[in-house]
């Protein structure tokens, strides 16, 4: 079965960046829809950014627009997520995987067993 992989995280002063990747767990040539979200400690699991299957159209929430990005790159094989101008409130677990984008960017819709491991991002001084 098919699941991606979060790799990137870690600690970094506010206004810094970072670049997180969500790869295949093996070579696919197929491109699919893929979403970012992020869990904070005490808070619901949120939608922050995806990119479609097929043209490459782009989703971001409100808190995140104007300082993430998201692109694609190796045949579809790895989505980044890059985090510019980084807040405090940005930190949290991120996580990737298969989302319709951007109609299935609500976490609720997803069972639990399709989230990995997350990647966790800290944004403190």
């Known amino acids: 079965q098919l699941r991606f992989v979060e790799s990137g995280g870690g600690l970094v002063q506010p206004g810094g960046s970072l670049r997180l990747s969500c790869a295949a767990s093996?070579?696919?040539?197929?491109?699919?829809?893929i979403g970012w979200f992020r869990q904070a400690p005490g808070k619901e699991r949120e939608g922050v950014s995806c990119?479609?299957?097929?043209?490459?159209?782009?989703w971001y929430s409100d808190s995140v627009k104007g300082r993430f990005s998201i692109s694609r790159a190796n045949a579809g094989e790895t989505v980044y997520l890059q985090m510019n101008n980084l807040k405090p409130e940005d930190t949290a677990v991120y996580y990737c995987?298969?989302?319709?984008?951007?109609?299935?960017?609500?976490?609720?819709?997803?069972?639990?067993?399709?989230w990995g491991q997350g990647t966790q991002v800290t944004v403190s001084s």
């Open positions: 990119i479609s299957a097929s043209d490459g159209n782009t």
């Open positions: 995987i298969r989302a319709g984008c951007p109609e299935g960017m609500t976490a609720s819709l997803f069972d639990s067993t399709v």
């Open positions: 093996f070579y696919t040539s197929d491109f699919y829809a």
